[in-house]
């Protein structure tokens, strides 16, 4: 066993009152292992009153053992440091199905019976305790929102740094301490997020304290950084800009020692590196320590079986005795395994945990059980929102001038940040100005813990203190702003629509946190909205190509339940600053906004957008003829349209419609709230059946013109009244370096492939406006030729305005 640094260093000297300590800190810590293993198998007899049964033993084996007793002993250092230094800290487990090592803690701390009266700190309360972990019907092996103190729930690998990064951001008290699993040291989220000491400021943010935990062994295999020499390990750490601390061992006293030295040390480090950059006043980024806790796998479990090595090998992963509750050899050794904890020293009769052990957990919101930094939502504070007509866009006619959609977004968020200079947040991988939200960076720069060189001083907007976070990994971005979130603030992050995907693991599993909130753990107090803005989208990627053309990101939030996920598509500025106002301010949500950064007509005003996007679907009634005053207004043909460039060619489209055939009546709608097409049983923003019908009719032809995947509108409208007249446009993977109309055509969204596809559905027409179909194929051919000879569109298409129909027929 060593205990090593960047320095040499020593443990501290034993002393009779610390061994005395220490010896009571692995009493503590076998009585969480001893619960750990109980969880695990134990179905009844929680304290061994009486010889093991087969029918005391769970059926169903899904726990996971082998990372449990190393969380349980960073667990139990982190009390001792907690209370000593009276410390505000939270733990967050990244082993993956690292459950039992934290719930066996906040159990004996008290943190979870006070959740949970009914597992109380008693015999049945235990039995209760053990019965319900990874059992049908209760708690999985993760650390679920139904975890006391859990903020990361770990079904996916790789982000238990960049979680508990963006925990500390702006908690300048906060310690986050991370145990980073060997097997999730492997993922590529993982690695990277050990940058996240870049942009840690030690004067406004708290601090976080890496674990990295080596047992060795995933479910079959070797971990990497586990077989790799000493030092080349410790160089890694130095290279990523850590001090590390190496504890290595397995014999327990000798280990405790280890540890609580390291812990000393490594807090110690961080209170000195907060008093002196306080003091000075100076940021700087220092040598952050971190430990390296060497153990083994399944540690203090059993031995072998049938030969075969358990514990300090992968076998001990899972459940290392699969069938205790059929053989009768493997129950023997369950018995011995949950004896060798000496539960009769750890509990009284009664089942509770002995009052020198319970002295050793912090008390109140101390236990990291119980801190609210881990029940963010208690902390929230509404946000300040600034008026928004002090971002409108002016719109004096419709479609007849142009604006970039999202730089008012960015003058709006530039304003929130500085109401709440301490609460919101901007994340994106080094696209902040490229999507237009560069007004940010007049009261707020990019945070940069780096060195600074003469001439980033000129336009490079960096800061000690900055507001913005950028890094070209969006798994590190949307990890820091999901802990921010998840500990009480707000976060907007915003990305290049093709490259959404990247998160799209990320976004799921944060969905199915909040999901798992409001059905199983109601305790939780609402947190701010997890914001992804797509920008830099599909239909003007002329120049990218097709490596930059996929809107797929949305269909994944048709997969969530519609409880928690929300899909906006406006259509101009207005209607982008109307869909901030209303999401940014709901709570348990995900918010996906789909918004190009360039320029684009405009049409609503203000309070259009608004009440535009309280409905969520709106007939445009300056672009419809279908109302005719004494006459019904029942349409020919209904063209519906949602997101930017679909928009436009509808009403392209429309345009020409009015031109070539007058007498077609045209109800032209538009969808800003995606999921206002399904039914309400399915999405609080789905439309009655009554509303729906009233607006696309029961069986008139629908043309809709989507920003995405046409089968999406398939998805949510195929239980309408009129699905079967409902004919989708959309992006069909038909593409390459083309102009922005050639892109257009090629996957048929375009305006004249709009009005070729009116006259073949409109039952009258067909055959009666031959014409005017062939003059929409000559167009296609004719604006190809000039995309191709010119390399642009032709000025009739890059200039076109809405004109009202009684000025276009003249």
Known sequence: MTISTMAPFEAQAMTPELEQELSQIDAWWRAANYLAVGMIYLRANPLLAEPLRHEHVKARLLGHWGSSPGQAFIWAHANRVIRRHELDMIYLSGPGHGAPGVLGPTYLDGSYSEVYPDKSQDAEGMRRFFKQFSFPGHIGSHCTPETPGSIHEGGELGYVLSHACGAVFDNPNLIALACVGDGEAETGPLATSWHINKFLNPIGDGAVLPVLHLNGYKIANPTLLARIPHEELANLMRGYGWDPIFVEGHEPMAMHRAMAAAMDQAIGRILQIRAEARASGEAVRPAWPMIVLRSPKGWTGPASLHGKKLEGFWRSHQVPLAAPNTDPEQLQLLEDWLRSYRPEELFDTNGTLRPELQALSPQGNRRMGSNPHANGGLLRRKLQFPPLENYAVQVVAPGATEEENTYPLGELLRDIIQANPYSMRVFGPDETASNRLQAIYEV?????????????????????????????????????????????????????????????????QHAKWLESCLLHATWRAPIGPWNCLISSTVWRQDHNGFTHQDPGFIDLAGNKSGDVVRVYLPADANCLLAVAEEALQETNVCNIIVSDKQKHLQYFTLEQARRHVAKGVSIVGWASNDDCGTQPDEPDVVMACAGD??????????????????????????????????????????????????????????????????????????????????????????????????????????????????????????????????????????????????????????????????ADHG
């Open 444 to 508: 707020s720069k990019k945070v940069w813990m780096e060195e600074f060189l003469p001439e980033d001083l000129n336009g490079s907007e960096l800061s000690r203190s900055g507001r913005v976070v950028e890094m070209l990994s969006e798994h590190t971005l949307v990890g820091m702003m999901e802990g921010y979130l998840l500990t009480g603030r707000y976060g907007f992050f915003h990305t290049y629509e093709a490259f959404a995907h990247v998160i799209a693991s990320m976004f799921n």
């Open 645 to 806: 460039i679909p928009t436009k060619e509808t009403l392209a489209a429309v345009q020409i419609l009015h031109r070539e055939i007058p007498s077609l009546r045209i109800r032209v709608i538009n969808v800003v709230k995606l999921f206002a097409l399904t039914e309400p049983n399915e999405h609080p923003h789905g439309l009655s059946d009554r509303d729906f019908d009233t607006l696309f009719t029961t069986d008139r032809p629908v043309i809709f013109n989507f920003h995405g995947y046409p089968w999406l509108i398939h998805r949510l409208t195929y239980r309408r009244t009129n699905h079967a007249n409902i004919h989708v446009r959309g992006y069909k993977e038909k593409g390459n370096i083309n102009t922005p109309l050639e892109l257009a055509m090629n996957n048929q969204i375009d305006r004249f492939n709009l009005v070729i596809d009116v006259v073949n559905r409109v039952p009258f027409l067909r055959a009666r406006a031959a014409h005017v179909k062939e003059r929409m194929q000559d167009a296609i051919l004719s604006h190809r030729a000039y995309a191709h000879a010119h390399g642009k569109d032709a000025p009739e298409v890059t200039d076109w305005r809405w004109t009202p129909p009684s």
